[in-house]
């Protein structure tokens, strides 16, 4: 267990904030590059069409109902590890749009349709935000949607705390209302960081 | 014990190789590192969180799904999307066996949103721990250490 609790604080020190640090301290980290207007475009075709259920049942596809932006994360709900960190990043970030007039959903896609129900994912994302979807489905379904965003993960082992605990990714994927990919944003970003990139691909407001 | 082990889910396809030539090839020496503590700064500043005095955690944070990043010489930090046939940027075997280490990597660079992306093609040179820092600052959490008697 003490190793568990070494983990969770190395992750949990970087998705709070610095109040987390050793003593009280925090200390001067070297800034993330001023954006560039340097794009290369990405290395992989990835991204396609899904069609899931979300945390209250209804039908879900790659495209948001309301036509919003999406920062879609794989993981589940319950996960000690690095969705501990990048989901409450990705609520951060969609207040952050808010507050600047644009519209972003934050979407967990499960990579365990057993843990992560209908019923279920709902309380969980709950306790992060009122705005996060849950996606959920049938294992054929949701594997549609793994091979469209290249997703591998690994179930480790059985934690008689948390349940399966499984190895799988960290990145978190911005699409357009379309579910077209625009980018990806590493979880190591702060919310700041990560809205400015999003602010970048909005389009304004009354453009098609 | 319990292992939460994390790997990136960013499976380079197999239309890499058409798609590779719009990056730009180069070849980078500098410190596999620890990109969460690195650029968060709650464990300690950029000179401690690097290293061998980081290197402990460093392993935690790649096992817990943090991508890896590769700093170089003259202080860009490159993330890591990618080591030479571990489709990872962390908690691969690869990846934890470079942790903190120096290499000269040749592979593809991606820039995008302000951000370098690197895929790693080739480990050139893996030339080890050579940042010695723990003499300084020692290890960076204490805490990452795990306690025997526990």
Redesign the interface.
């Known amino acids: 267990m003490r190793i568990a609790r070494l983990i969770c604080a190395a992750l949990l020190c970087g998705g709070a904030s610095g109040a987390l640090a050793h003593g009280s301290e925090t200390h001067a980290a070297p800034a993330i590059p001023e954006q560039s207007a340097a794009v290369t475009p990405l290395p992989w075709d990835i991204g396609g069409p899904f069609a899931l259920v979300d945390h209250t049942g209804a039908a879900r596809t790659e495209a948001d109902p309301d036509g919003k932006m999406q920062l879609v994360f794989f993981g589940y709900a319950n996960c000690p590890g690095i969705c501990n960190a990048a989901l409450p990043m990705m609520a951060e970030v969609t207040d952050l749009l808010a507050a600047r007039d644009i519209a972003a959903s934050p979407v967990l896609i499960t990579i365990d349709p057993v843990l992560d129900t209908v019923a279920s994912m709902g309380p969980a994302l709950a306790e992060i935000s009122d705005d996060f979807v849950g996606l959920t489905g049938t294992p054929e379904a949701l594997g549609l949607a793994y091979k469209a965003f290249q997703i591998s993960f690994t179930k480790i082992m059985d934690d008689p705390k948390h349940g399966p605990i499984y190895a799988h990714g960290s990145h978190i994927y911005l699409l357009d209302g379309a579910g077209k990919v625009l980018t990806l944003l590493p979880p190591v970003l702060s919310p700041d960081q990560a809205a400015g990139v999003i602010a970048k691909y909005a389009k304004p407001r009354g453009a098609s | 014990?319990?292992?939460?082990?994390?790997?990136?889910?960013?499976?380079?396809?197999g239309?890499?190789g058409a798609?590779?030539s719009?990056?730009?090839r180069v070849q980078i020496k500098g410190e596999i590192i620890d990109?969460?503590?690195?650029?968060?700064?709650?464990?300690?500043?950029?000179d401690?969180v690097t290293g061998s005095a980081h290197h402990t955690?460093a392993l935690?944070?790649s096992?817990?799904?943090?991508?890896v990043g590769l700093l170089a010489e003259d202080?860009?930090?490159y993330?890591v999307?990618k080591i030479k046939g571990d489709?990872n940027?962390?908690?691969g075997d690869t990846q934890l066996n470079l942790a903190s280490h120096e290499i000269t990597a040749d592979g593809?660079?991606?820039?995008?949103?302000?951000?370098n992306?690197l895929?790693v093609e080739k480990v050139v040179t893996d030339h080890g721990i050579t940042n010695l820092n723990h003499e300084d600052y020692g290890p960076?959490?204490?805490?990452?250490i795990?306690?025997p008697t526990?």
């Not at chain 2, 960076?140 to 990452?144: D, E, H, N, R, V």
């Open positions: 014990m319990r292992i939460i082990a994390m790997s990136l889910c960013l499976l380079v396809s239309t890499f798609q590779a719009e990056g730009e990109t969460w503590c690195y650029y968060s700064g709650v464990m300690g500043g950029p401690a955690c935690w944070c096992a817990g799904g943090i991508p202080g860009t930090v993330m999307l489709a940027s962390a908690g593809i660079l991606y820039k995008r949103d302000g951000l992306y895929v960076i959490p204490g805490f990452a795990p306690d526990k």
